[in-house]
């Protein structure tokens, strides 16, 4: 539906006189409104209002080109038109069975006053709960084939307010968050994970809180052939300017496009309650629509695995000790076993039968190909083949047992940043895993991008993990990658990319320091924005695990290990920890047993990033409800209503809590289980330790 | 066997006092000899002499690593072994039946006086006509990974030699060749194929010739996981000091590698005669034997092909004229067809008959899949994918159709110099060429390479070539690569990668000016001491030919073409030039049907670089003989004594030489055919014309 009164007014004012227009573009959605204006010096300019509350005062919009005629100064209004879109849709998993896509939709058209006569479109959808915008490049003779040098997108915020932000390396998100005043971000203190970002670059998605109560949430959506955008942050003026990731020249090159073309939208949610952030569905909106066909063989999972013994030091990823290994020529029958592979047969057959027993249904094995003796660190291509397993760990005998149990195992890939070496030999790859049963692999880019000078987070990296999505997809497999470009909500388009890693994950308690406790109460706010995380929750044995570190133990109780089930979602969970470990706790292990990765419905009960954290979730189709309370360092008594519940309806609740004296620090293992029956009309009130949590599981009662 | 004597001498008075040895280290055989020794500031030199007349005077050796504690300082002396090499080995297919490899190995073996103490070893072979050394790196503790910054490798000329060269561009060797002496090279007034050369920097095969009548080669074998080197050249002193190319992040990095590794081969061909440069096995004796175990199917051939219309102009690769394709999302059968897409069935269908006809088993087609509209200088990355055919190109038919008449289309994977885009899909590109009888590949990279940054010469696609060479072989295909790095020998080692282009080839004489006359008369002493080059050879229709351009025409007699057939060696020649223009004169066309493409034997009989060139080849596995020879721009009557031919047996001799009053530039078409029986006792007088030449057949009588 074109809005007539606005074409009416460009056709008296605008397009007639050819000059710049005296009035701004306005669209608006319920209590969301957007302006677009040129400004005195001719540059398009943007601005975001909530209920009248300035979100973004006006900012300039811009792109800049190698050629030195790019989009950076004044531009012609040629037009622009309105529609308005409501539609819903149905992922094919997700938190919600059904999602409403409603927004105004603004197009402007822009073209450079003097040759080479350029043209620019830039499109804001405006939703109940946010703007997404993005620069378009329509097809036009006098601009086919051209590379971007910088974005001069900026978010110019009304006052100093608190963010919660990592680092803007391009090669690493896997940081913990630092939660400060605008005017304080300094990246100077943070070590560095790969690379050093400037002082005051940070990454997206970032979660900005105003002092009088509003909730901004900017980061991107649908992040295809073009780098990631990073954010400088003028500590004076409170202005985020976009900072694009380079590419491996070393020119300054951004990104190389060939129009028709767009950049990926850029992201602004805003409410005035932190809940409603959690709730946005802006993102998703802004995918595309499934590439897949036929999805039926795609399956939300959870999955135990070897690998949280060799991230706590107890196993070894490689089979031997030797370093100085080269992929091609070694006969590694020949080399002296270390003892201590992880990834052996019979050590597999453990998982796969504690998987069986607990109805898990995938086991990850990580270390079953060769290749680990050297392998991180090195800049070195051929570092991995991904068909040949190790000695000592037989592929088609656990094949067999695994299927005979009903279980099945979950391929890796690391590819220790050698992207190259792993784009050659994906065909082979993804065969060998087709030959032996496997349906799900986990990809990894630990170290260093070859091409070498490539980032993590550059146009060339993006567009490799986007064609591993539709590759894994074309071979019907399913996908997890690890130490990717943060996700912008590209599950929506490739449903078989469950789930990412791209923040800083449990493992971070195994070969580190680990996190604050508040660090899972912003995840949600920051990195799970642009879709789920391989957080691999779900850890008991809390202190005393990591070999060599017998001080090191996780910022959180058992009890908020199984809440994290529900607060961070995912449709793939690990079950983190050992099977030994959740043997010395099979009551507590129920939870996880029982709790869904696919959800029909889910309520944000209470949030506030940094703080805590409580989620509803109704599982797939079904009647049974699942709930997470967490906390920060501080203890809270969470009380929550159970009005979510149909009414009139007996559940019983089985709360998995904090025991009394329980806390992260000094008694984290301490957890009570109790059962209650409860209907809609019902109240739990949940005490949670300080780091700890509550999970409850809530199945209807026969009628 | 080792020389006890020199690790006498070595313990005696170089080990024991760890200091530096006062006598130089001596390789030699026949009248070549090689001296290692310390210099004076302890770094490592060698000097070559042939028969007492110094051919490298005392010249610096060294590698610079990234970090800084590389091998270009003092070196300590370790010890030295020899050891003696005498054998004969059989190419799959090549210019003689059997290759004798007899050499003396000087192996030097050094050491970082200081902490860290790293090690290297330089290896000498000293062969009857020449020097080969590399550098080697043994597995070492203090030494792993590493990156080479420079290699100070020297050439220390003696004089002011005469030098045949091209400039040092990292991505192209299409020039021609300049011939000056070394005090007067400047590459500034040559304008650039892809990127300017520093004013003194030349690529290699560099040929040198002394006033005195010394011929020296320089150039390098066995090309892997290294960039190729060049040369930058002191116009003062006559030092040649090596250049390697650099890779793609801009920070002067030249190769990635691994302990234990090694540089390839440095060469130095040297002979007081120019023929016997030509007859040198050195490059090929310093390559590793085949790593392909059934080389059965590996069939050197001559092909015709849809190209050399494309080249003139007179038709078009792509299908479509519309620019600004992308690859994804097109919809191919609704471009509108330009009319003059080559590579159309009934097209291709007229090579395939005339193929036929004339015993040619292959025909190569480009232009056969999509995506050419808008191909090259856009540095696109998915620019081809190699499986999918224009709307008016039918595989299948086609397929039939040339299997019925006993020919083979050769495919075409151009890149564009995406390798990247190339890798991924290779797999794929293979199985479709096995799916669809294609028994051969011909690959090009033109234009800026993906990886972004890198160069055609750089390590990085120094591997992809060599990967390249390794895939189609296990795919049972053979290769030619066009726009690759120039040959070091390899093709001993992977006999199915019959040719590369890397250098200025037949096809300069249709979209440009051309190369002079002379250009083929240095060939062999350049570019071919690597390995055959397929410089598509055969154009009847000299002049008159290139659309768009009336005056334009071939710098060569026709008589001169059909002698390419046998100066030019390769195991892949196309007949170039159209259908219809070899039917104008299939009397002369006789000599290429007949020709053949593997031979048993070789005589360098005349040879003078830039000047003149016969050569005669005996057919493998016949008792025929073919003799070719050009000149210059100089017309000149050639005396050829036929002693090579056996003893007492009559020939009959069918002689293609320029007619009376021919010439490249006034009257090339005129040739004249003319037979007479011959002995090994007979002499040929060969006329050849400006830019002219003669080609002989020479097939036994019934005795």
């Known amino acids: 539906m074109k809005h007539a009164f606005l074409l009416a007014w460009l056709l008296t004012f605008g397009l007639r006189a050819a000059a710049q227009p005296a009035t701004a573009l306005t669209a608006r959605l319920d209590q969301v409104s957007l302006t677009f204006a040129l400004n005195a010096a001719g540059q398009p300019t943007y601005a975001v209002q909530l209920g009248g509350r300035p979100v973004v005062l006006p900012s300039r919009l811009g792109v800049a080109l190698a050629d030195g005629r790019g989009f950076e100064g004044a531009l012609t209004l040629l037009g622009a038109e309105t529609k308005d879109v409501d539609e819903t849709w149905q992922p094919v998993w997700g938190e919600v069975r059904s999602i409403r896509n409603r927004y105004q939709q603004l197009t402007v058209h822009l073209q450079q006053p003097a040759a080479p006569g350029r043209r620019l479109d830039v499109v804001f959808r405006v939703f109940a709960d946010g703007v997404g915008f993005r620069y378009e490049w329509p097809r036009q003779p006098q601009l086919q084939y051209f590379t971007v040098t910088d974005e001069h997108t900026e978010f110019n915020l009304p006052a100093d307010h608190k963010a919660f932000w990592i680092p803007g390396d391009y090669d690493s998100n896997e940081y913990a968050y630092t939660s400060s005043r605008l005017s304080e971000v300094d990246t100077t203190p943070i070590k560095a994970i790969e690379k050093k970002a400037a002082p005051q670059r940070v990454q997206t998605p970032l979660m900005l809180k105003s002092a009088d109560g509003l909730y901004v949430n900017i980061h991107e ?10 954010l400088n942050v003028d500590r004076q003026t409170f202005r985020l300017s976009s900072q694009l990731v380079p590419d491996g020249t070393g020119t300054g090159a951004k990104a190389y496009l060939q129009a028709p073309e767009h950049t990926p939208w850029r992201t602004i949610v805003v409410a005035d309650n932190a809940p409603a952030i959690l709730a946005s569905k802006l993102i998703l909106n802004l995918n595309e629509p499934s590439k897949l066909q036929d999805t039926g063989w795609i399956r939300p999972q959870k999955y135990v695995g070897v690998w949280w013994e060799m991230q706590v030091g107890r196993a070894s990823w490689s089979y031997a000790d030797s370093s100085n290994i080269k992929l091609a020529g070694t ?40 290749g680990w003796e050297d392998w991180v660190g090195n800049w070195k291509e051929d570092v991995f083949d991904f068909v040949t397993p190790y000695p000592d760990f037989n592929v088609a005998e656990l094949q067999q047992y695994a299927a005979a149990k ?13 992207a190259t070496n792993y784009e050659r030999r994906q065909d082979a790859a993804y065969r060998f895993m087709q030959q032996h049963g496997y349906a799900a692999v986990k990809t990894g880019y630990v170290g260093r991008i070859i091409p070498r000078g490539e980032h993590h987070d550059g146009q060339w990296m993006v567009n490799h993990y986007v064609r591993t999505a539709q590759k894994t997809a074309d071979s019907r497999l399913m996908v997890n990658m690890h130490e990717a470009v943060r996700p912008t909500g590209l599950h929506r388009t490739y449903p078989n990319w469950l789930a990412n890693e791209a923040a800083r994950g449990n493992e971070f308690n195994a070969f580190a320091e680990g996190s604050p406790p508040e660090h899972e109460t912003i995840l949600p706010f920051t990195r799970l924005m642009g879709g789920p995380m391989d957080y691999t929750p779900g850890i008991f ?56 990765v696919d959800w029909d419905d889910t309520r944000i009960l209470q949030a506030e990033p940094g703080d805590y954290l409580t989620i509803a979730r109704q599982g797939k189709g079904t009647q049974e409800w699942y709930l997470g309370a967490i906390t920060d360092e501080n203890a809270r008594q969470q009380t929550v209503k ?9 559940y019983q609740a089985v709360i998995y809590a904090d025991a009394p004296g329980a806390s992260w620090d000094k008694n984290p293992a301490a957890y009570r289980i109790s059962r209650q029956t409860v209907t809609s009309r019902s109240t739990l009130k949940l005490p949670l330790a300080p780091g700890g949590g509550a999970a409850v599981s809530l199945k209807p009662l026969a009628q």
Chains 1, 2 share one sequence.
């Open 541 to 596: 044995k809390l202190q005393g695990y990591a070999a060599g570190a017998p001080q090191r133990q996780l910022h959180s109780t058992l009890a908020k290990q199984l809440a994290l089930y529900v607060t961070l979602y995912s449709p793939l969970q690990m079950a983190a920890d050992l099977p030994e470990n959740y043997n010395e706790h099979l009551d507590a292990f129920q939870f996880i047993e029982d709790v869904p």
């Open 642 to 650: 159970l009005d979510f519940l149909p009414a009139g309806r007996k």
């Open 406 to 418: 009903g279980v099945q195992l979950i391929m890796h890939h690391e590819t220790a940043g050698s």
């Open 221 to 230: 959506a649908a992040l295809v052939n073009y780098p990631a955008m990073m």
């Open 331 to 370: 006969d590694w029958t020949k080399l002296k076993p270390n003892g201590r592979h992880g990834a052996n047969t019979q050590n597999v057959k453990r998982y796969i039968d504690f998987a069986a027993q607990h109805r898990i249904p995938g086991v990850l094995v990580e270390g079953w190909n060769v």
